[in-house]
């Protein structure tokens, strides 16, 4: 069975800083590309960073400069960085593991970004 767990979520004021993390299970970290989505309240959920298992890695333009997503092959985890926050951050966060037309997703993460 296939279990992608987030963590790392909350409040911060904006200008801050908060790390996500994604642990994966079974043997899709090394064959499925691992990404971060996030989905705002009343909008649709758009791609945030993805990761490759060679660490091809494509950000938004809302995030680049500001977010870093990275992987940890030996503990199944993706990370995702995310520097100088803005209120408009503001989503809850789900981890993706997508290979071709499949995708499996966490139960995702609230980040706030509040002052």
């Known amino acids: 069975q296939v279990q992608l767990v987030e963590s790392g979520g909350g409040l911060v004021q904006p200008g801050g800083s908060l790390r996500l993390s994604c642990v994966a299970s079974?043997?899709?970290?090394?064959?499925?590309?691992m990404g971060w989505y996030r989905q705002a309240p009343g909008k649709q959920r758009v791609l945030a960073a993805t990761i490759t298992s060679g660490d091809k890695i494509n950000y938004a333009d809302s995030v680049k400069g500001r977010f870093t997503i990275s992987r940890d092959n030996a503990k199944n985890t993706v990370y995702l960085q995310m520097n100088s926050l803005k209120p408009e951050d503001t989503a809850v966060y789900y981890c993706s593991a997508k290979r071709g037309f499949g995708s499996y997703w966490g139960q995702g993460t609230q980040v706030t970004v509040s002052s």
């Open positions: 079974g043997s899709i970290f090394r064959t499925h590309v």
